[in-house]
C-alpha cells in the first residue's frame, strides 16, 4: 500500500515493530472557507473583531488511485467522508512536554448523522407512537413531514436505511 502525505508536515507513524515517517509530498489538500465579518466583541478593553467562518470545498485532493491511502487533515476527512481512501493519524504518542510525536494508528472518517436529522427522526418515530396509542391520522401525517425533513437534514444518507424503514411504516399505516 502506497501512503501519500497531504499534509505540510512529516508525520510519523510508530507500531510494535518501527517507526515510519512519511514526508510531506508537497501537495497540501484543504477545506476552502469563507469568511464574513460578525460583529465586535470587548474583552478586556479591547475590541475583537468577530467572524462567521463557513465551510466549502475540498481543494487540491487527487482522485483516488488503487492501492493508495492520502493522509490528509482530519478537516479534508470530515468534508470528504465518502471516500475510503483517507485516513488520518490517530492514537497520539506524546514527548514529556505533551507535544504529539507520532500516530500508533490511521484513521477513516466515520459517518456520522447529523444531530437535526437525528432529531428529527426521534420525533417521527414519537408520532408512530402516538398514532399506534391514539390510532389519529394527524400524527401519522406529522411523521410523514418529519420524515421528509429528517431526509432533508441527513444530507450524507448516513440516516437513510432508516428514514426508509419508518417510511414504510408510515405508509403501511396509512
Known sequence: MRLVNLTPHPVAI?????RLTVPPSGTVARVS?????????????????VVRR???EVVDLPAPEPGTLYLVPGLVADAARDREDLVVPTDFV???AGRI???RALARPAFMAKPEAVRLLTEAVR???EYART???DELRRAESLLLAASAADAEDVLLPLIL???DLVVVVL
Request: proline content about 8%; glycine content about 18%.
Open 127 to 129: 408520532a408512530i407512537g
Open 14 to 18: 510508530e507500531t510494535p515493530v518501527g
Open 165 to 167: 424503514a419508518v417510511n
Open 101 to 103: 510525536i507520532a500516530a
Open 94 to 96: 506524546r514527548d514529556e
Open 135 to 137: 390510532h389519529g391520522e
Open 33 to 49: 472557507e469563507t469568511v464574513v465579518p460578525d460583529g465586535t466583541v470587548v474583552v478586556d478593553g479591547l475590541e475583537v473583531p
Open 54 to 56: 463557513g465551510l466549502g
